[in-house]
């Protein structure tokens, strides 16, 4: 696997990347890669890690799975390239952002310019089969992310974590809620937004929570 990650998350999980779980996943990623069509490209995996070093993670957008259409995962969650049409989840993220900050719909979904900011954009799931969600679930990747999760939880402070559907909350049970802020949705997807994801708050809210904590806001 072509590891491209930063050098602060580098430090952190080279532990992780040795465990016998991990090891297993890198030979069945690489199997898959050499098979079939898999998102994103093997160069894009850790792109999370890449835009958005640890120390300056501020706020955590978890995921579950990449995007599974043509052309539409780079490694980020939610997010799409320049000139790539937004799939719904996205849309009821900027239609929330509208609605919150008043922010008009961007004219393209890539989000890179939030990670830069501080914003890691985590699937839990870090690849995935062509048109087949959840192909690569229980593989060991929710061990891979969970771990960075801990990491980020247990070695920072006021970090904001935006949990988006039961899945996302569940995944982060763990979290202290004395050391961070935990913001719980329903998941922006067409099935659920309109239950509580729209009108939610959460942006306005992480950057209220960062500027008491006397931290920059983020630009989104």
Not at 69 to 87: N, T, Y
Not at 103 to 114: A, V
Not at 147 to 157: D, L
Request: proline share 6%; glycine share 8%.
């Amino acid at each position: 696997m072509n590891v491209k990650i930063d050098e602060s998350w580098k430090k952190r999980l080279q532990k992780e990347f040795l465990k016998p779980y991990f090891l297993e996943l890198a030979g069945f990623i690489r199997d898959e890669y050499q098979n079939q069509v898999i998102y994103p490209k093997g160069s894009e995996i850790f792109n999370a890690f890449s835009y958005c070093p640890f120390d300056q993670v501020k706020v955590v957008i978890l995921g579950q799975d990449p995007y599974h259409g043509p052309g539409q995962a780079h490694g980020l969650s939610f997010s799409v390239r320049e000139g790539v049409p937004f799939p719904p989840s996205l849309l009821n993220i900027f239609k929330e952002l509208n609605k919150d900050l008043d922010l008009s719909i961007p004219s393209n979904g890539n989000l890179e310019r939030w990670a830069k900011q501080g914003v890691l954009m985590l699937n839990a799931t870090l690849t995935v089969r062509a048109q087949q969600a959840g192909s690569h679930q229980k593989k060991g990747w929710e061990n891979f992310t969970d771990a960075v999760i801990k990491c980020i939880a247990e070695e920072k402070k006021h970090v904001v974590f935006m949990l988006w559907g039961a899945y996302a909350q569940k995944k982060a049970s763990f979290i202290s809620e004395t050391e961070h802020l935990k913001l719980h949705a329903p998941h922006p997807s067409p099935l659920s937004a309109h239950r509580g994801f729209l009108g939610c708050g959460h942006f306005s809210k992480a950057n209220a929570y960062l500027k008491e904590k006397g931290l920059e806001p983020i630009k989104w």
